[in-house]
């Protein structure tokens, strides 16, 4: 079994309201606890920001269903890296949606999602990853 992490951000094709985002967390949390992927979920209007972890294949597959789903567009590959450990374990889908002005360092990435190499922003979305995990993020 190799250990996979995925990134991607994409655009909201719609307006999500509180209601839409509850409903859209609690079906991400069942799929992904039936097929064994972690991660998280990050909304700021109108981006979208997720970690999938898991067995590659299935993250690649997951990757490629998202992908389809018309609620958003463009989206963007901005990691993949081979894991050692998991660094949601226990998280089906951890969410927050988020106010670009308390996060500090990340405003500029995170409302203006690029689109250079994921290679230029490793250690960046690293880091997010681990200040996200450990709440110091917000």
């Given at each position: 079994?190799?250990l996979y ?5 994409s ?6 309201s509180?209601?839409d985002l509850?409903?859209l ?13 972690t991660g998280?979920?990050?909304y700021?209007?109108?981006y979208?920001?997720?970690?999938l972890?898991g067995?590659e294949?299935?993250?690649?597959q997951s ?8 609620r958003?567009?463009?989206?963007t ?8 450990k998991l660094?949601?374990?226990?998280w089906?889908?951890g969410?927050?949606k988020a106010?670009v002005?308390t996060i500090?360092g990340?405003s ?5 999602p690029s689109h250079?190499?994921?290679r230029?922003?490793k250690d960046?979305i690293?880091?997010?990853l681990d200040?996200?995990k450990?709440?110091?993020?917000f």
């Amino acid at each position: 079994m190799s250990l996979y992490c995925l990134v991607y951000t994409s655009i909201s094709n719609q307006k999500f309201s509180e209601d839409d985002l509850k409903k859209l967390l609690h079906k991400s949390r069942f799929k992904n606890e039936s097929i064994g992927v972690t991660g998280l979920l990050l909304y700021l209007d109108p981006y979208f920001l997720q970690v999938l972890e898991g067995e590659e294949h299935i993250v690649n597959q997951s990757f490629h269903e998202i992908s389809k789903d018309i609620r958003h567009k463009k989206i963007t590959l901005i990691y993949r890296q081979p894991l050692e450990k998991l660094k949601f374990p226990d998280w089906s889908m951890g969410f927050n949606k988020a106010d670009v002005t308390t996060i500090d360092g990340f405003s500029a990435f995170l409302k203006q999602p690029s689109h250079e190499s994921p290679r230029n922003f490793k250690d960046e979305i690293e880091e997010l990853l681990d200040m996200f995990k450990h709440e110091t993020l917000f």
